[in-house]
């Protein structure tokens, strides 16, 4: 079966400007989620979706960072302002019920 | 609320050496527990997961864990670690909403 994919894997932006990342998981799995992972931190949880509703966006800062999961398939992730300390990588995973985490390869934000 | 503590933040073995990650976590019934390897510029890979049932489980290269309920711990075991066993390792607590580790960096020293 297909893996996660997300796009893109790069991107380099300045300070105050906006970016978004693409993640469309696995067929079948209704749970997806947006991780951050600072450079020798673990990953983060930003956002967990369960098909379309949204199961925890707890740590995610929402004075800036936006996601969204239409017809509970594909995702964005979205940030505007974007800030220095914003530069990571943005992990997307999607998983059955079980909750095995299959991941994608992230997509990794450099804020100048 | 949940959590999940990996109290090692760096081990450095010998190649060849037998190796013990440590993970304890908290919640309140018994979670759906993984174990994560990321290798430098890698991404995660699954090594093992435990659900319920047998209390030792097995996974890919040659790693164990064992979940404790008493302890509640899941820690993760190699009898002899490789040197390409280098990587950052995630204890991950999965009860309806994910919860990772800090993570342990393992060194292999030849």
């Known amino acids: 079966e297909a893996g996660v994919a997300q796009s893109p894997r790069y991107k380099i932006i300045e300070k105050r400007q906006s970016v978004a990342f693409w993640c469309n998981p696995i067929s079948g799995h209704a749970t997806l989620y947006w991780y951050q992972q600072i450079l020798g931190q673990g990953p983060k949880l930003l956002i967990q979706?369960?098909?379309?509703?949204?199961?925890?966006d707890s740590q995610l800062p929402k004075d800036r960072f936006s996601a969204e999961r239409l017809k509970g398939v594909d995702s964005t992730l979205k940030i505007q302002p974007a800030k220095l300390e914003d530069s990571a990588v943005y992990l997307c995973a999607s998983s059955r019920v079980d909750g095995e985490l299959f991941f994608g390869e992230g997509s990794r934000l450099t804020v100048l | 609320a949940q959590s999940v503590t990996q109290p090692d933040i760096h081990i450095t073995v010998s190649e060849g050496a037998s190796l013990e990650l440590r993970c304890n976590y908290s919640?309140?019934?018994?979670?759906?527990l993984f174990w994560y390897v990321q290798s430098p510029g890698q991404g995660l890979q699954l090594l093992l997961k435990y659900f319920s049932g047998d209390t030792l489980v097995q996974g890919i290269k040659g790693f164990e864990a064992e979940f404790k309920r008493s302890q509640s711990s899941f820690n993760l075991r190699k009898p002899s670690v490789h040197w390409s066993d280098a990587a950052e390792y995630f204890c991950v607590l999965n009860a309806g909403k994910s919860t990772f580790g800090d993570g342990t960096t393992l060194t292999v020293k030849p």
């Open positions: 919640y309140g019934a018994t979670p759906y």
């Open positions: 979706f369960q098909n379309n509703g949204v199961v925890d």
